[in-house]
């Protein structure tokens, strides 16, 4: 079977091959906007491959059910936080602005459209394959602050995990409500704020143990 990708807003026709990998893109892409307008239950298959422009079995083709192609797509936004959060503590070894990074992370990944639901707010959360992958995003932000907690602020782990936690859920809770409140305060603003919170927490309590 041909497939073909045509110019516009998103949608691939019928007629020019896609490379597998372009394909999937433009699939998963597709997929996302009829998750998140519709919910995983409400989406449809037939939807997702006509805004994708292709035929169901194109589809098929490269995602055997709905489930599997929404898992794709979650672990394609999981890995995107994850790696935002590890670059930004990995960006500097100045530890107030690793903590304003890592806030600074949540917020734009909030900001970057409406994938965020589809980690924090899905509709599928029962599902045990869904679950792993949401906690995995958790766990592995709180694992990468752990570790620099633990390394510079002189705690064991287990307090330093506890303190990533906070530091986690904090930037999470306040970037979606954030958003959700229509972004009255303006993004760089809303993020030294709550980056201020943390550090004089983190930083005034839990000085730097080394030079």
């Known amino acids: 079977m041909t497939e073909t990708a045509q110019q516009g807003t998103g949608q691939v026709g019928r007629g020019v091959r896609l490379p597998r ?6 699939l998963l892409a597709a997929a996302q906007d009829v998750f998140v307008a519709n919910g995983y239950h409400a989406a449809a298959m037939d939807e997702i491959a ?8 194109v589809l098929y083709q490269h995602f055997p059910g709905k489930l599997e192609l929404y898992l794709a797509l979650l672990e394609t936004h ?13 960006s500097t070894h100045d530890n107030k602005l690793r903590v304003r ?9 909030v ?9 924090f707010e899905s509709d599928l959360r029962s599902e045990p394959a869904v679950q792993d992958a949401v906690e995995r ?6 694992d990468a602050i752990t570790e620099t907690i633990t390394a510079d602020a002189g705690l064991d782990e287990e307090r330093a995990r506890l303190l990533a936690v906070g530091l986690v ?8 409500f954030w958003l959700d409140a229509g972004s009255a305060v303006p993004k760089d603003e809303a993020i030294a704020l709550i980056s201020t919170l943390a ?13």
């Open 21 to 26: 990998s372009a394909r999937r893109a433009q």
């Open 50 to 57: 006509e805004r994708a422009g292709v035929s169901k079995p």
């Open 78 to 90: 999981v890995d995107q936080l994850v790696k935002r959060v590890r670059d930004a503590i990995e």
């Open 101 to 109: 990074a890592a806030v600074a992370a949540y917020f734009d990944f």
């Open 111 to 119: 900001d970057n459209g409406q994938a965020f639901r589809l980690v």
């Open 137 to 142: 995003a958790t766990s592995a932000c709180v």
């Open 169 to 176: 859920g904090l930037s999470q809770v306040t970037a979606r």
């Open 199 to 211: 550090w004089k927490g983190i930083g005034g309590g839990f000085p730097l143990q080394h030079p």
